[in-house]
């Protein structure tokens, strides 16, 4: 233990992002809450997560599932209250779990008394307002710009509701702080920060002809926006107990990733570039080389409540190949040097919910894009704990939840597949349970082995992990035992769509 003392805890950690509003409903309006989360938290124990990741629990009118913030230092009544929130940490610091708490700092609500005042034409400069839209479009489809009443336009990238905060702006840059501030003295162990590249504009809002993240975008990834993070660093690091900030770093190349990464900055950003890659060991195989060699603490993230569940993405028209594959992306990601961020419900096995009818879908992509893009309602329907009820046990009795859930749902409930040793859940807790012994005892270091070039094979010491993305079973290394696998390896043969860990002798 103490030869790892100076290595901080979240470098290595995994954390489980719970979606707040389908996790767990205590309050019984089918909606989930942070009652519900805390008298959840001991399926986080069992499973052996680090760390949790909540959603936003603010004071929000929920135009974008609470990522439209009208009070920063307040929770919606619809997740409970600063007493819950409380209980909460205090209940998860005592099973020795972590807490982040997302903060949004591009863009408030339009209820926040902030816009309130702006739409008045009281303190417009915190927001951006213009006397004419430029070509810019919302992330969610349509033009990222509003008109109000009389006659001016406010920028917002993603929905109306959101408008984003001028950070040229003093009086946000001590807004946040301070917004920061009372979150640490809370106790929260770290933030997630959301859009973490699209603080800052660029002067003079260019009209621009593409607008995804390339490096020159006037949209986002200016570089003013590192100020601004050197000093939330130095903030995070004036409290005691390795506080921490993750962003959410969308960008073209992992050495844009990496400018946000540094001792001064974030201590980590999300690596959205194994989620982008399809299923291929070439493609993996180059992630993890550019991600190792580019970024200092390398993260790892296979599913989020904004994208396609891994297990459908990686479904093919032989069924079941997707659970498979997901398991053995599993594996694979838990083997690599660095922390993993898990999304409630891959644990079950959980697939995109694809007939969401749709009146009951509430995501603003789909209620924006007027039904072309189905939006991300599908993986965000409810968690599923029981195989029986309204609700199946998401809310209590008698309640219909925010979103329908399949009736597939019983039998991948948490208490269907509890006790059950070929059950994805009880594969999850063994994977997270071997990483546990050792995370810390083995190199950081990735050693690539020599395989066949359908199949992933690499080294940390005495761990050795081999993930086949081919068509063909692939020879093994020689190892002298199998610790984990998601199949059958029989002869030495690991079949397609598999993976496991190997122990082999280091000298
Ligand atoms: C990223 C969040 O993860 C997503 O859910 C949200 O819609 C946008 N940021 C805007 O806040």
Known sequence: MTRHMDIPWWRDAVVYEIYVRSFA?????GVGDLAGARERLTHLKELGVDAVWLTPFYTSPMADGGYDVADYRDVDPLFGSLADFDALVADAHALGLRVLVDIV????????PWFQAARRGEGRDRYIFRDRPNNWQSTFSGPAWTRLPDGSWYLHLFAPGQPDFNWRNPEVRAEFLDILRFWLDRGVDGFRIDVAMGLFKAEGLPDVEDQSF???????????VHGVYREWRELLDS????RMAVGEVWTDTLEDLALYVRPDELQQS??????????????????????????????WVLSNHDVVRHVTRYETADPGTGLSRAKAALLAMLALPGSAYLYQGEELGLPQVQDIPPEARQDPVFIQSEGKLPGRDGCRVPMPWSPGGDSFGFSPEGVTPWLPQPGSFAALSVASQTGDPGSTLEFYRRA???RREL???IPYELEWLASDEDALVFARGPLVCALNCGTRPVRLPPHENVLLATGPVEGGLLP?????WLQRQVS
């Open 496 to 500: 397609p769509d598999h993976a496991v």
């Open 239 to 242: 409290y005691p107990g390795e």
């Open 25 to 29: 409903d205590a309050s019984g309006d």
């Open 214 to 224: 390339m490096s020159d975008s006037p949209v986002w990834g200016q570089p003013e």
């Open 270 to 299: 999300f690596n959205f570039a194994w989620l982008q890659a399809p299923w291929s060991a070439t493609a993996f195989r180059k992630v993890i080389d550019e991600t190792l060699a580019t970024v200092p603490f390398a993260t």
């Open 439 to 441: 995370v810390r005892t």
């Open 432 to 434: 997270l349970a071997c």
């Open 105 to 112: 700092p591009n863009h408030s609500s339009e209820a926040h």
